[in-house]
Each structure stands twice: as C-alpha cells, then as structure tokens.
T-cell receptor, first 115, second 111 residues
Framework: DTGVSQDPRHKITKRGQNVTFRCDPI?????LYWYRQTLGQGPEFLTY????????KSRLLSDRFSAERPKGSFSTLEIQRTEQGDSAMYLC?????????????FGNGTRLTVT | GQQLNQSPQSMFIQEGEDVSMNCTSS?????WLWYKQDPGEGPVLLIA?????ELTSNGRLTAQFGITRKDSFLNISASIPSDVGIYFC???????????FGTGTRLQVTL
C-alpha cells in the first residue's frame, strides 16, 4: 500500500533560511493538498492542486510560501526566509476528484522547527 | 482560520467503556469526516458521511451526519488501549474537498 509520502519527516532550520518539502500523493489521485498543523490544533488548509493547476490558496499562505506541482504528480512546498512562527507540522493529502465524495488521505507530515 | 467546535476536549475512560464525542458548526456542511491522529503521524480517515441523517459504522465506530447539517457525532464502543489518540471531525461546504477541521478530542484509555 503506497500511501501519501512526505519528505523529510523532520526539519530543523535557522530563522531566515529557506526550506523545501516534498509530497508524493497516492498514484491515481489527481488532487493534492497542503495543510499546516500547530500544536494542539486541527490541520488548517493552505492550498490545493488539481493535476498541475493550483486552484486555491488560503490567506494563511503568505508571499514567503510557494507550492508547485509541475507534472501533476509530486508537489513541493517552499518557505523562504523562515520565521519562528512557521514552526508547525506540514501535512500533505491527496484525493481522487470524482465529485464531492472524495475523502482526503493524509501523509505523516513534515515537522518544521525554526530556531 | 475557521475551525469546528468539538467536545469534549479530552476524555479519560477505562478500557471497555463506550465513548461519545461531537462536533458542531455555525455553517452547513455537505460532508462530514472523522479522522484519528496518533503522535507524530498524519490523520487517518475513520468514517466519511455524505448525507444529512446518514448513520455509518466502521467496526466499533459509529458516526452520524446531523439532520441540520451543522453537527456530527462519533461513538466508539468497548474502547481498547489502541483507541488512544486525538479524534478530529472535518467538514467541507463546497464541491472541492478542502476541509475545515475541528479542534480535536484527546482520548486516553486506562486499563
């Protein structure tokens, strides 16, 4: 069973550095989502792609954040000039867009710590 | 961002007891989902509900989509130690699958 895969699992970086995370969705899923989860909270939506098109971005996604899905398969999320407030778990999810009834399946996340 | 209200925030129960938790929203949702999250891992889908009034079971888990479409509950029967974790409700309002998550219910099971 090849579920959603995220890399790295953990990332520690110094404030001001750039970081990039990768997500590989379930292979037949054409929708891919990025969520952010801080301690004690539920995940919050950041952005999603259908195939290679980025269809929606949350207001949480500041200009320092950029996500890509160039060939409609894996996706990357880059954070430039990291700030301590960026410390969180970044979760990727995928789904099959057959209509509204397409539940999201999540990966195990990348935990980012900005020191 | 907007989040759904879940209650209780945490529960301590004995193994074998039944558990009930619920989720409410000020908005109408088209889909309700229940996820479980273990420490250091991503949420795992437990049950998905697509119609108001729908009652769905998955083993010892039962969930219902409220008639008003503004609430949902999850019941766990005969709890076991591996039920420990954080349970999140989530819903969506539109045709896309973007989810709004609840604040979570932390379940602890004692032997």
């Amino acid at each position: 069973d090849t579920g959603v895969s995220q890399d790295p699992r953990h990332k520690i970086t110094k404030r001001g550095q750039n970081v990039t995370f990768r997500c590989d969705p379930i292979s037949e899923h054409n929708r891919l989502y990025w969520y952010r989860q801080t301690l004690g909270q539920g995940p919050e939506f950041l952005t999603y792609f259908q195939n290679e098109a980025q269809l929606e971005k949350s207001r949480l996604l500041s200009d320092r954040f950029s996500a890509e899905r160039p060939k409609g398969s894996f996706s990357t999320l880059e954070i430039q000039r990291t700030e301590q407030g960026d410390s969180a778990m970044y979760l990727c999810a995928s789904s099959l867009a057959l209509g509204p009834n397409s539940p999201l399946h999540f990966g195990n996340g990348t935990r980012l710590t900005v020191t | 961002g907007q989040q759904l209200n879940q209650s209780p925030q945490s529960m301590f129960i004995q193994e074998g007891e039944d558990v009930s938790m619920n989720c409410t929203s000020s908005s109408i949702f088209n889909t309700w989902l229940w996820y479980k999250q273990d420490p250091g891992e991503g949420p795992v889908l437990l049950i998905a509900l697509y119609k108001a009034g729908e009652l769905t079971s998955n083993g010892r888990l039962t969930a219902q989509f409220g008639i008003t479409r503004k609430d949902s509950f999850l019941n766990i029967s005969a709890s076991i130690p591996s039920d420990v974790g954080i349970y999140f409700c989530a819903g969506n309002t539109g045709t896309a699958s973007k989810l709004t998550f609840g604040t979570g219910t932390r379940l602890q099971v004692t032997l």
